[in-house]
Nanobody
Framework: EVQLVESGGGSVQAGGSLRLSCAASGYTFRNYQMGWFRQAVGKEREGVASIDGGSTDTYYAASVKGRFTISRDNARNTVYLQMDRLTPEDSALYYC???????????????????????WGQGTQVTVSS
């Protein structure tokens, strides 16, 4: 079965950095687009960043572009989210997810829609204080 396990969350001051990791198992990792999503208390889940299977196409929400970097290591079945210059608005439970599409991938804004992903990790908490 597909399993996704996030780690690396924590509490940081505004302006700080964190790197999240998502360890995947139970499927051919390199064949699937992966995404990072977040959900703050009282808000809907929103897409943060996505990356295609070969790390050739990435996409970011406008709110994090230039501050966050998504990457993956297919040899280790792991996807990462490097988060820099964090703000309190970044505080949320962060999830990684596997795309519904095999081999191909959702481009642009479609890659940040939760409905285009069907396997999810348990989440890792990020708290940014001012």
């Amino acid at each position: 079965e597909v399993q996704l396990v996030e780690s690396g969350g924590g509490s940081v001051q505004a302006g700080g950095s964190l790197r999240l990791s998502c360890a995947a198992s139970g499927y051919t990792f390199r064949n699937y687009q992966m995404g990072w999503f977040r959900q703050a208390v009282g808000k809907e889940r929103e897409g943060v960043a996505s990356i295609d299977g070969g790390s050739t196409d990435t996409y970011y929400a406008a709110s994090v572009k230039g501050r966050f970097t998504i990457s993956r290591d297919n040899a280790r079945n792991t996807v990462y989210l490097q988060m820099d210059r964090l703000t309190p608005e970044d505080s949320a439970l962060y999830y990684c997810a596997r795309s519904r599409s095999t081999y191909s991938y959702f481009p642009g804004t479609l890659s940040l829609l939760p409905g285009n992903y069907n396997d999810w990790g348990q989440g890792t908490q990020v708290t940014v204080s001012s």
